[in-house]
């Protein structure tokens, strides 16, 4: 009975690790990733703006999903990218693998990112990620599962970042661990609408 326990509370133990690892990822790129073009009012790069209508915004709220999604749903888009780029070579296994692993309901701590810059997180509904936009927000990003190699210092994941419905892209970041900070190394759009 000793020996099961032992076993369940090492599993236990190693998934936690690996959801904080996951979490402290996102929370060392979140900046690079969403960008400060929402300190604009919008986090797609608008077309000029009056500047009363910036001075207007006194927070720029983001939503957050705290639902992952799973990095498979990028499959092709994925694979294509490696196939066309060769740069980044060393992402392939890593990716490939990430592929070949159970999908899991997972969620992310909202709370656990705090490298946020002038954003305010807010957490989003369970609805589709292309919804509508609450007014007093100015976008709303979801990410997905994070796969890293902590031996080889490499992660990757798929974003979301959109205005709503009619504005949004998709890209996959590529990441790097550099003195103890996990750098975005390349960003590829998947997806524009």
Same mark, same amino acid.
């Given at each position: 009975?000793?020996?099961?326990?032992?076993?369940?509370?090492?599993?236990? !133990?190693?998934?936690?690790?690996?959801?904080? %690892?996951?979490?402290?990822?996102? @929370? =060392? +790129? #979140?900046?690079?990733?969403?960008?400060?073009?929402?300190?604009?009012?919008?986090?797609?790069?608008?077309?000029?703006?009056?500047?009363?209508?910036?001075?207007?915004?006194?927070?720029?709220?983001?939503?957050?999903?705290?639902?992952?999604?799973?990095?498979?749903?990028?499959?092709?888009?994925?694979?294509?990218? !490696?196939?066309?780029?060769?740069?980044?070579? %060393?992402?392939?296994?890593?990716? @490939? =693998? +990430? #592929?070949?692993?159970?999908?899991?309901?997972?969620?992310?701590?909202?709370?656990?990112?705090?490298?946020?810059?002038?954003?305010?997180?807010?957490?989003?509904?369970?609805?589709?990620?292309?919804?509508?936009?609450?007014?007093?927000?100015?976008?709303?990003?979801?990410?997905?599962?994070?796969?890293?190699?902590?031996?080889?210092?490499?992660?990757?994941?798929?974003?979301?970042?959109?205005?709503?419905?009619?504005?949004?892209?998709?890209?996959?970041?590529?990441?790097?661990?550099?003195?103890?900070?996990?750098?975005?190394?390349?960003?590829?759009?998947?997806?524009?609408?």
């Amino acid at each position: 009975m000793k020996k099961y326990f032992f076993i369940y509370l090492i599993t236990l !133990l190693s998934c936690n690790y690996n959801k904080l %690892q996951q979490e402290q990822i996102i @929370n =060392d +790129s #979140f900046l690079d990733v969403v960008g400060t073009q929402g300190y604009g009012g919008s986090i797609i790069p608008p077309p000029p703006l009056p500047t009363d209508t910036i001075v207007k915004i006194k927070e720029f709220v983001l939503e957050i999903s705290s639902e992952i999604e799973p990095l498979s749903k990028w499959k092709e888009s994925i694979a294509s990218f !490696l196939i066309t780029d060769s740069k980044y070579a %060393q992402y392939k296994s890593l990716l @490939n =693998d +990430s #592929f070949k692993q159970k999908e899991l309901n997972k969620r992310l701590h909202i709370n656990m990112i705090s490298r946020t810059g002038r954003y305010k997180l807010k957490e989003a509904g369970l609805q589709n990620n292309k919804s509508r936009i609450t007014r007093h927000t100015i976008g709303k990003v979801q990410f997905s599962d994070v796969v890293f190699d902590l031996q080889k210092g490499l992660a990757a994941y798929i974003v979301t970042i959109s205005d709503g419905p009619k504005a949004g892209k998709i890209k996959l970041v590529l990441l790097r661990l550099d003195k103890q900070i996990w750098k975005v190394v390349h960003e590829e759009l998947v997806e524009v609408w």
